[in-house]
């Protein structure tokens, strides 16, 4: 009998304490099993999976797709009548509507910023049916308004991000969108007293209760750092009225707390558990980092440390696919521009990918977040939607420690002094706990800070000699502009013999070392000229990658690294300028750098440049010491932290160059090119910049076809049309195909529906060695 007794006793804590850990709340990717057809095709529905483009276009976009498209779904949900579904679109390109089951369920505008539906009161028990219409076509009413065809940028059709189904209790924490009020919905964090051994501040809490009866709740706070160090925090219990809504505002303090910064990235895993008559009847997770950011009267801190602020700004395109690209994806190009030397990124210019934001956080990349907006200022409907957008942009972003500026006004565009009080004003009101420093290319009183671009000022002083009392500027755009403009200044007379192409910073790979040089050299100037102003407190160069743009048929090209994000000589240039003893994660690449930039070939320059953080370098030719040299410091690099290095050679001798670099007479790093010989084989690569292929949703990587000598040599000159071929595994290949290699490169897109078994890609060429890469599934 006391057998008995014991085990339903056993059975009956067993189930409370499952009761107690039961978790209402849900969140399924809902990207799979799609339909999708162009209304303009009147063609058959085509399976497809989310994110989606709305067509694949050309590498060079001329006349991109416009108009609208229809995307559909079947699908089941459990729909208890204690339950809500939700779905939250994370970006759709730019006018959605919505129906459940042939009922209108939204309408929503704009293509850069989510929107969530409830779709509880449509649903059947079984059998449901989503449809979307997706139109992409011009629109002054809402952002950016400015039509393509004379658009800086491009804005690809599709639910190019992507879309999630959401379940929770009838009594659940809110989305900030969805919720739609003034500082609140969801979850709001902020830390507003912060040093080394202390950090205070509030978590705030949006719950609805859509009982009809009232609801006695309580909060509990689980803070978990990065070593599984738990903290927890109760709230005092509360009542929550039948259909209503309520603000729960939590104190949280944190001994010795563990600070965000960009060379240590501490996050803390937030979870808040909402219990209503001891039941969890919601869980919400988010990761947050603390950290202090303040401008002060001499320039800008980070955690109480002065910091000159280094980034570039970056369009979220990729080639062919356009917007639609997955969370790896994003995570590989934020990835790609710490490894560049940066650890600031401005989100031209429009706000980017939720997962984009999420690398910035986990990498240590300051973010600048942007309005979307270039040269358009529309009418009264325009701006009431801009003055939204600003609302929902500070409503989704406003937990990620990474953003640090708020970019609340529309890019290169005359705005009106009302708006721009407005536009202020609603950043501050949707962020009144801190983290709210408002900036504007305009030069106006109602933002914080001042971000021109280099070229908005008058060579040869640009913003070197601004003074307006304590006033700080970013400078948010340099080193494209002003040199396609022909205004530069500074040292182009020595190079008097360039031809107007080759003076400008627009540089495809494939125009050779001499322009790539003259690229690079272009972003020393303007970086090193930039840092002679006393009120500039840090900048971000244009741009990261090259892009297409609505209102030119061709690349823009002044990225550092090409549109398949190969590097440039200026990716090098960049890399060199952080310090050697600066210390990042395993995975990003620090420490001693050295490049030669120069192929050594008959043609190559015979001042031979290398970007080194180093003390000194050493030059040799066939294994003979050139030289070994300082950096060379004059009037275009005396403020970098690492002005390069400069060898002149007497005349071109085939073979090696090695260069060694030292720090404190020490060898720490080398670097070697060869001349190359002549095409031999291909050599196949892939990148993955050290995060795996997703196995269970769409992904893409770029894959590399390389002409080579027999030493492995890339041909920089190489132009060979280049055949890719699947030999086995369940993916596609986007892209031109064959395709012509450019600067000796060839490159191909590779998406992977979901990735559990390895794909082998051959690719072949006439006249050369073809080569097969096998890329197999992380065993992570």
């Known amino acids: ?66 108009g609208t498209c229809w995307y559909q779904k079947k699908f089941d949900v459990v729909n208890s009548k204690n339950k809500k579904v939700f779905l939250y679109f994370e970006g759709v390109m730019q006018e959605a509507d919505v129906w459940i089951n042939d009922q209108k369920a939204t309408n929503h505008k704009g293509g850069y910023l989510p929107f969530m539906v409830d779709v509880t009161p449509f649903l059947k028990s079984k059998g449901n049916t989503i449809k979307v219409k997706v139109n992409n076509e011009d629109n002054p009413d809402f952002l950016p308004g400015k039509p393509l065809k004379d658009l800086d940028f491009n804005y690809y059709g599709g639910i190019y991000r992507n879309v999630y189904l959401i379940t929770t209790d009838k009594l659940y924490i809110t989305n900030p969108i969805q919720a739609n009020t003034k500082a609140s919905g969801g979850i709001y964090v902020n830390f507003n007293d912060i040093n080394k051994s202390k950090a205070s501040g509030i978590v705030q809490v949006h719950l609805k209760n859509e009982f009809a009866v009232e609801k006695n709740a309580n909060l509990t706070f689980i803070l978990t750092d990065n070593q599984g160090k738990k903290l927890e925090f109760k709230s005092e219990a509360f009542r929550v009225n039948a259909n209503s809504g309520r603000t729960i505002t939590q104190n949280i303090a944190i001994e010795n707390p563990k600070l965000w910064s960009i060379y240590n990235p501490n996050r803390y895993n937030l979870e808040v558990q909402l219990i209503s008559n001891n039941k969890v009847a919601d869980v919400y997770s988010e990761k947050i980092g603390i950290r202090k950011s303040e401008i002060k009267e001499d320039g800008y801190y980070l955690n109480d440390e002065k910091l000159y602020i280094t980034g570039t700004n970056q369009h979220q395109e990729y080639p062919y696919l356009g917007y639609a690209i997955s969370d790896e994806a994003q995570y590989r190009d934020a990835i790609k521009i710490k490894n560049a030397g940066f650890d600031f990124v401005r989100m031209s210019h ?22 979307t907006g270039w040269q358009f200022f529309g009418n009264e409907t325009f701006q009431k939607n801009a003055i939204q957008d600003i609302r929902e942009m500070a409503r989704r972003d406003r937990n990620h420690p990474s953003v640090i500026f708020w970019e ?19 950043l501050k009101e949707e962020l009144p706990l801190g983290n709210n420093c408002t900036a504007s290319w305009i030069d106006n009183d109602n933002y914080d800070l001042f971000i021109p671009a280099r070229q908005h000022g008058k060579a040869p002083d640009y913003w070197t000699k601004y003074n307006k009392g304590n006033r700080k500027i ?63 407190i840090g900048e971000a160069n244009w741009v990261m990658f090259d892009y297409n743009r609505g209102y030119s048929p061709d690349l823009e090209s002044s990225g550092i690294s090409d549109i398949f994000r190969i590097p440039k000589f200026a990716y090098a240039f960049y890399q060199s300028q952080r310090d050697a003893n600066v210390v990042l994660d395993a995975n990003l690449i ?27 370098v050493e030059l040799y030719l066939n ?31 085939a073979g090696t160059l090695r260069a060694e670099g030292f720090i404190n007479g020490k060898k720490v790093v080398s670097n070697l090119v060869k001349t190359p010989e002549k095409p031999s084989k291909i050599e196949l690569a892939y990148d993955i910049s050290s995060k795996p292929i997703n196995p269970d949703f769409p992904d893409m990587i770029f894959v590399y076809a390389k002409i080579t000598d027999e030493n492995g040599t890339v041909i920089p000159t190489a132009t060979n049309e280049v055949t890719f071929s699947l030999w086995n595994g369940k993916a596609e290949l986007i892209g031109a195909n064959p395709v012509k290699a450019e600067a000796g490169i060839a490159t191909i897109i590779l998406k992977t529906p979901h990735f559990k078994k390895a794909i082998a890609i051959n690719a072949a060429s006439l006249n050369l060695q073809t080569a097969t890469v096998e890329i197999k599934p992380s065993l992570k």
């Open 474 to 536: 970013f400078i948010a755009e340099y080193g494209d502009w002003e040199y396609y403009a022909q205004n530069a200044g500074f040292n182009q007379t020595e190079f008097a013999n360039l031809k107007e192409e080759e003076r400008t910073s627009r540089q495809l790979r494939a125009h050779g070392e001499k322009r790539l040089l003259q690229q690079a050299y272009n972003f020393q100037e303007a970086a090193n000229s930039n840092r002679k102003g006393q009120q500039t």
């Open 590 to 616: 620090a420490g001693p750098l050295l490049t030669i930039a120069n192929n050594w070939t008959e043609t190559s320059p015979l001042n031979v440049a290398v970007y080194s953080n180093c003390d000194e």
């Open 408 to 426: 609340a006004s529309l890019n290169e565009t005359q705005m009106t002094d009302d708006f721009m009080k407005l536009a202020s004003k609603a």
């Open 1 to 66: 009998m006391k057998f008995i007794l014991r085990n339903v006793l056993f059975l009956i804590l067993l189930f409370f304490v499952e009761d107690i850990n039961s978790q209402s709340r849900t969140k399924v990717n809902f990207g799979l099993d799609w339909e999708f057809k162009r209304e303009e095709t009147n063609s058959n529905w085509e399976k497809i999976t989310i994110p989606h483009t709305a067509r694949i276009e050309n590498l060079v976009v001329i006349k991109q797709f416009q």
């Open 350 to 371: 429009y706000p980017h990918a939720e997962a984009f934001l999420d690398a910035c956080d986990e990498l240590g990349i300051l973010v600048m977040n942007s309005l």
């Open 623 to 653: 294994d003979v010491l050139v030289g070994k040299q300082k950096p060379l410091i004059n009037e275009s690099s005396d403020r970098l932290n690492h002005p390069p290095f400069v060898f002149k050679m007497d005349k071109f001798v």
